[in-house]
């Protein structure tokens, strides 16, 4: 697992009909985790906060979907958050992954799925 720059890659989540990849950007350092999905009108797969344990939506053009990981990728939680929320800090997450509000399902991200980041 390790740690992770800012860069892109390939989110995996493993699911009981095979493995569903999507293209990842990853956002390691202060600076591109305040940016996040500001000002963006859409996403190209999803975005992964590495540290972070919650998020907020204020100043964002589109709803988003929102999945916290706890140190071992496995997710916590998933979220659907419209613009101008703040989301709650979640105490086991280590990690956020954030994409257009409702792929996320499509992908069979839901809580207790085991995820992996190739970069």
Do not use: C, K
Request: aromatic fraction near 4%; glycine fraction near 12%; avoid cysteine.
């Amino acid at each position: 697992m390790g740690r992770w720059r800012d860069g892109s890659g390939v989110l995996v989540v493993g699911s009981e009909g095979g493995e569903v990849r999507v293209p990842l950007e990853i956002a390691s350092s202060y600076r591109a985790r305040t940016r996040g999905l500001l000002g963006r009108e859409s996403v190209e797969g999803a975005l992964l906060l590495t540290p972070a344990n919650s998020v907020h939506t204020f100043r964002m053009r589109m709803p988003i979907d929102v999945a916290y990981l706890d140190r071992r990728l496995r997710v916590i939680a998933v979220r659907t958050m419209r613009p101008g929320r703040l989301g709650l800090p979640r105490v086991r997450a280590r990690h956020v992954v954030e994409a257009e509000a409702g792929v996320m399902e499509g992908w069979g991200l839901r809580p207790g799925a085991q995820v992996d980041v190739l970069v």
